[in-house]
């Protein structure tokens, strides 16, 4: 059975080369790898995404320190812009900056969908067609 | 059990983190997805590499013609240096322009281990390293 997680980094890898990238996903389970890695990284010979994929069907998304910290490392060394691609049921993907998170009290992150919608990009910004769509 | 393949391609995705590199395997069965993908990707955020691995006890290698059209056509969308990474036994990792390789008459692509000693270049130099030791 197709885990919600797998259909959902399929479903953005397909969006993504339909916008002219290469995009792959990490291997299932990491690879085996301690390694920090993504789910998706995609280019197209200007920009580099590093992307940590989220779905829910909640209005509320949660993500540990340790993968933004995966995120960040592997975008820096690599040469890629990190970002956090969430679908929320019924909506176009929305991208945000690890930065554009919120800190809970446990050192965790967590977005609601309303500041989502407010701070995030849409698959046309982070893959550079420049036509924002207002997210609400 | 773990194929020969995929331990060569974690050896060699070690190898590139230990130069710098931020390098991620495909995943397994190309992750239920038509599209060209290469074995490895890398990159430091100057160089992006995308590597076909071939592991091999003989003094030849065969590759199809399909995998290095989907290696250059996804290291042509994506911005990488497409390279065939070889790992004859008992050797480093030699690593080859898809222009090195030799046309055989069912149109694949076949190397010799002398020719790839000859046209072939190490991991320092593939990752900017720049110190081509002797392949020979």
């Known amino acids: 059975m197709v885990k ?8 953005l890898v397909k969006l ?16 085996a790898t301690k390694k920090p890695l993504p789910d998706i990284i995609a280019g197209n010979g200007e920009i580099y995404l590093a992307i940590e994929v989220k779905t829910t069907a909640r209005e509320r998304i949660y993500i540990d320190s340790e993968k933004i910290g995966a995120l960040l490392r592997f975008s820096d ?36 969908l309303d ?12 893959t550079g067609n420049h036509r924002q769509t207002r997210l609400r």
């Open 77 to 112: 060394i690599f040469g890629a812009r990190p970002y956090i691609g969430i679908k929320f049921r019924y909506r176009d993907w929305i991208f945000l900056s690890p930065g554009d998170l919120e800190l809970t009290p446990s050192s965790n992150y967590r977005l609601d």
């Open 115 to 126: 500041i989502a919608l407010e701070r995030g990009r849409d698959l046309d910004e982070v």
């Open 16 to 31: 993504l080369w339909e916008k002219g990238f290469a995009a792959m996903r990490a291997p299932a389970s990491g690879g």
């Open 4 to 11: 919600n997680g797998t259909r959902g980094e399929r479903d």
